[in-house]
Every structure is written in C-alpha cells, then in structure tokens.
C-alpha cells in the first residue's frame, strides 16, 4: 500500500519561501512510470495543480505558478520536495501530494491521481 505524507512549516511570512516534502512508502518515486504531483486547495476555493515530477525527473510546472515553483526529489528519502517562492496571503492553502498513475495505449501515458497525502495547512501570515 502506498502511503504519502507531507511536511514542512504550518505558518510562512510573506515574501519567504515554502519548503513542503512529501514522504513516499511502500513504494519507490523512481518506479517507471508514475508521476508525483502537488496539488493545493485555498479556504472556499477549488483544486489547483502546482507541478509534477515524474519518475525519471522530468517537472512540470503550472504555467501561472512557474515562475515561484521548484519541484525536486531525494531518492535517498524517497521524497519529492516542493518550493514555493515570495510568497503571498493569496498562498494560504491546504497542500496536498499525490501519485498519477499510468495507463498504455501504444505507450505509456499518466492517468488518474490513485494515492494522496492526507493534506497539510499552510497559512501565509505576517
């Protein structure tokens, strides 16, 4: 069963950076062919895709955060590490990590998130 936890600070200053890591178990981040996603969800608002990294390092990024996201990984924990930078009250979210599963049709493609952290709150705040 895979099991992903994230971490890092509850409460960040405006204008700092925000390191999250999520821990992976039972299950290597480098196993072909899944992806690894952040994911955050602000009081009263919907879902909102961060970036990814995939099992071979590869990121992606949302093009409306990419310029304040890092996404990296420690295989020597099995974690992938998130960065938010300058950030803002407009930050203050819920953060969550996932695995993307693959689906292959010709080749393999990612599919449906099938594993998520439990979540972790982060409030921007001077």
């Known amino acids: 069963q895979v099991q992903l936890q994230e971490s890092g600070p509850g409460l960040v200053k405006p204008s700092q950076t925000l390191p999250l890591a999520c821990t992976v178990s039972?299950?290597?981040?480098?196993?072909?062919?899944?992806?690894w996603v952040w994911i955050r969800q602000p009081p009263g608002k919907g879902l909102e895709w961060m970036g990814a990294?995939?099992?071979?390092?590869?990121?992606y990024y949302n093009p409306s955060l990419a310029s304040r996201t890092s996404i990296s990984r420690d295989t020597s924990k099995n974690q992938f590490i998130l960065e938010l930078s300058s950030v803002t009250p407009e930050d203050t979210a819920v953060y969550y990590c996932?695995?993307?599963?693959?689906?292959?049709?010709?080749?393999?493609?990612?599919?449906?998130?099938?594993?998520w952290g439990q979540g972790t709150l982060v409030t921007v705040s001077s």
């Open positions: 996932a695995r993307v599963g693959f689906t292959y049709d010709s080749g393999y493609y990612p599919a449906a998130m099938d594993y």
């Open positions: 039972g299950g290597s981040i480098t196993t072909n062919y899944y992806y």
């Open positions: 990294i995939t099992y071979n390092a590869t990121t």
